[in-house]
């Protein structure tokens, strides 16, 4: 009854975990799959297979038997490989990692003599099968430091013994001795060292290379927009039987300035079938563009200003940043400084909002924003403020993913102009309709094209590249990254890898009793 009940305490407390963690609000999702988890497997055995070959090393044993010194040296894996790997979601928990099949090859050299006159003597080598092993290991997955890490738990490489193959003539005491060492001694090093090894891999090696990806990220924008980062740090994961789910904070802000007054959003649940056809998806919520733009705003980093000589001539034969332009627009400003230069400051006078609303394969957000542009006349006693326009400005972005950067690409939509303040008589709007979409639709927009045109690369790490992407708008504000993933490990990932990070073992052999009889 006792089992019965922890059985259930802890069935009911891992459902309350996982509605929990699903169920929080974040700003993006990560959900990888045993998809992900299969290939990964038929990544890294390869790899974990030549570690455990380089770096395992198993110590000479030498001793003194009746006058007769032995030593059996040189000992060395020469071949090995995993067979029928599963890697398999533990709930909760993380994955557990089986090898059923562990063929473990290894030769050594042997050599005997007596220890006085050095007569009789003897060497040769032997050569030793694993018989009945198989290694198995349960990775735990941790998200809350703000980046995945894992640790090895239940390392167990077990072997049922080994064939050994002796070349040469010897005693058949001191071949029971080497056999003997094969059934305790030197199996129960390989089993250390495999142990070790792999525990090497998984706690050192693994996170080593997820250490590389950083979660706070600069954003590729020219000054004075190269203050944001983009925070993608992890706060909290879990394991399902059909997902590893990580919830991140998902948020762009001024370096040191993270503030921003809006609850996360509760993402959508993730589509099984969408899980299980792809090894990661990503779902990135609007609350990310958003928290940038508000940090931008409160930083007064949406504001541009355009020159007469920012003004393209085949656009406007007339170069409207002149009081001439505005004879009829703004009489008095013409009649008090005729022919005077002029320059306009465009900004957000209200934080842009960001939304998407179209579900399907072609994800297009609509940003919105209120935008003022104040004009300056540029006298030679310094530039006055003229005359302020205001309207609530409409942009289209539309949202494409190449390999591992999402782009945006900017086009105008509308934007109704109004006079908010003149300081020189009536502003006459009506009039100036097609000039301010054309400012706007044909310099302003291209330029903020331009800041984004280096888009934003979602953090990997060196080798890793996605493949057969694809990207879907969910609704509810939402964009999923749906993918699968290449890893070509780096010659620096191998030399780290293949590095020894345990102190080398040592034997003492046993005392043997036994009759001088040649086998």
């Known amino acids: 009854r006792r089992v019965h009940g922890g059985i259930v305490l802890e069935t009911s407390m891992l459902c309350l975990t996982v509605a ?60 090995i490989s995993l067979g029928n790997v599963v890697a398999t979601l533990v709930d909760g928990k993380g994955v557990q990692a089986t090898a059923s099949s562990l063929n473990i090859d290894l030769s050594a050299d042997w050599s005997y003599k007596q220890d006085t006159i050095h007569f009789p003597y003897g060497s040769g080598s032997l050569d030793a099968s694993a018989v009945s092993a198989s290694l198995q290991a349960l990775v735990l997955i941790d998200a809350s430091t703000g980046m995945f890490q894992v640790t090895a738990q239940n390392v167990d490489t077990s072997i049922g013994g080994f064939d050994v193959e002796i070349h040469g003539s010897l005693f058949s005491w001191l071949y029971e001795l080497f056999i003997s060492f094969f059934k305790d001694d030197i199996t129960s090093a390989i089993i250390s060292e495999i142990n070790g090894a792999v525990t090497d891999f998984i706690n050192n090696d693994l996170n080593s290379i997820l250490r590389e990806v950083k979660p706070i990220v600069p954003l590729p924008l020219p000054s004075p927009f190269d203050t944001l980062v983009a925070d993608l740090s992890t706060v909290t994961a879990i394991t399902t039987a059909t997902a590893l789910t990580a919830l991140g904070k998902g948020q762009i802000y001024v370096s040191g300035d993270p503030s921003y007054p809006v609850p996360l959003p509760a993402l959508p649940a993730p589509d099984p079938s969408t899980l299980a056809a792809n090894m990661l998806s990503v779902t990135l919520s609007t609350y990310i563009p958003n928290s940038g733009l508000y940090s931008a705003q409160t930083h007064n980093l949406l504001t541009t200003s355009l020159n007469p000589s920012d003004i393209p001539s085949d656009i406007f034969p007339v ?6 332009f505005f004879e009829i627009i703004v009489p008095q400003l013409y009649q008090t400084y005729p022919n005077t230069a002029m320059h306009v400051v465009v900004n957000a006078s209200a934080t842009p909002v960001c939304n998407i609303s179209n579900p399907g394969s072609n994800p297009v957000a609509i940003i919105s ?94 080798g890793v590249a996605f493949v057969n992407s694809s990207l879907v708008a969910l609704g509810a504000d939402t964009i999923e990254v749906q993918t699968d993933v290449t890893y070509t490990p780096s010659k620096r990932h191998i030399a780290e890898i293949m590095k020894r990070q345990r102190p080398i073992p040592k034997l003492v052999a046993r005392k043997h009793y036994h009759s001088l009889i040649p086998h």
Do not use: M, W
Request: aromatic residues 8%; glycine residues 4%.
């Open 319 to 324: 170069n409207p940043l002149n009081t001439t």
């Open 369 to 462: 924003s209120q935008v003022d542009l104040v004009f300056f006349t540029d006298t030679v006693n310094g530039s006055i403020e003229s005359f302020t326009l205001t309207c609530p400005l409409g942009l289209s972005a539309t949202i494409t993913l190449k390999q591992e950067t999402l782009f945006a690409d900017l086009a105008y939509l509308n934007c109704e102009i109004s006079s908010k303040s003149s300081a020189f008589g009536p502003v006459h709007v009506v009039l100036l309709s097609l000039t301010i979409d054309q400012l706007l639709s044909k310099i302003v927009v291209p330029l903020l094209n331009t800041l984004i045109s280096k888009g934003f690369a979602i953090p990997t790490y060196d």
């Open 20 to 79: 929990l963690v699903l169920g929080q609000n974040a700003g993006l999702r990560f959900d990888v799959s045993q998809k992900a988890l299969d290939y990964l497997s038929v990544v890294g055995v390869p790899i974990l297979q030549e570690k455990i070959k380089s770096i395992v090393t198993i110590p000479d044993i030498s001793g003194n038997e009746d006058s007769f010194d032995y030593s059996v040296t040189n000992i060395r894996i020469t071949s």
